[in-house]
């Protein structure tokens, strides 16, 4: 079945480590986001790529960072300057930029202890 | 379970009655809406969306209406049922954001026996 993996589901990190979460999409979609969920917020844009190898800041990209090397992939690392990393992060692809909805993944619940 | 959709307006309803959920969005430039359903623990899921160019939209047991004079978005959920306890919450695509989704904090809605 087509869709969005995101992996790992939770995930549990000391402050002052990096961690990378997984997305991975069989979509086929050009484009893909990293949002971040807090309770009682609506989605904040954390970076989103329209293609391979190129990708563009959103609202709250400070102590996050991406990669986009293949199509199908667009990992999210949390670094250790991001000073509230505690959050529900969710992964989402559309077919182009803002054509349509957006397609989301289970999300990773990251706990920074 | 998941923190996602603590201190959200809850909605609560009983089983088989008409639900109404409520959204006001920013921008009166916005040409695309869409209404997300979240349950607890797993990523947004298209529900339904719209134009605005239009005023109503239905799908199956939903209705979305457009009110663009007052800048509101409604959801209407027939019949509810208690597979519809979820969080809702709506998204526009405004001009002025650099064509990126807003989306607004959510609804808890609660179905009651």
């Known amino acids: 079945d087509g869709g969005i993996t995101q992996s790992p589901k939770y995930l549990f990190r000391k402050e002052g480590q990096n961690v990378t979460l997984s997305c991975e999409q069989n979509?086929?979609?050009?484009?893909m986001y990293w949002y971040r969920q807090d309770p009682g917020q609506g989605l904040r844009l954390i970076y989103y790529?329209?293609?391979?190898?190129?990708?563009q800041k959103g609202d709250i990209a400070e102590g996050y960072s991406v990669s986009r090397e293949k199509k199908e992939s667009f990992p999210l690392t949390v670094t250790s300057a991001q000073k509230n990393p505690t959050a529900f992060y969710l992964c989402?692809?559309?077919?182009?930029?803002?054509?349509?909805?957006?397609?989301f993944g289970e999300g990773s619940r990251l706990t920074v202890l | 379970g998941e923190s996602v959709g603590l201190h959200l307006p809850t909605l609560s309803v009983q089983e088989g009655d008409n639900s109404i959920i409520n959204c006001a969005y920013s921008?009166?430039?916005?040409?695309?809406f869409i209404w997300y359903k979240q349950e607890s623990g797993k990523g947004p899921q298209f529900i339904i969306d719209?134009?605005?160019?239009?005023d109503k939209r239905q799908g199956q047991r939903v209705t979305v209406l457009l009110n663009k004079t007052v800048k509101h978005l409604s959801l209407q959920i027939a019949a509810t049922q208690p597979g519809d306890s979820a969080v809702y919450f709506c998204a526009e695509i405004p001009e002025d954001y650099g064509q990126n989704f807003v989306f607004g904090p959510g609804t808890r809605l609660s179905v009651l026996p």
């Open positions: 979509l086929n979609h050009d484009a």
């Open positions: 719209i134009r605005s160019n239009m």
């Open positions: 921008n009166s430039a916005s040409d695309y």
């Open positions: 790529s329209q293609i391979v190898n190129d990708f």
């Open positions: 989402a692809s559309s077919i182009l930029k803002n054509t349509g909805e957006l397609f």
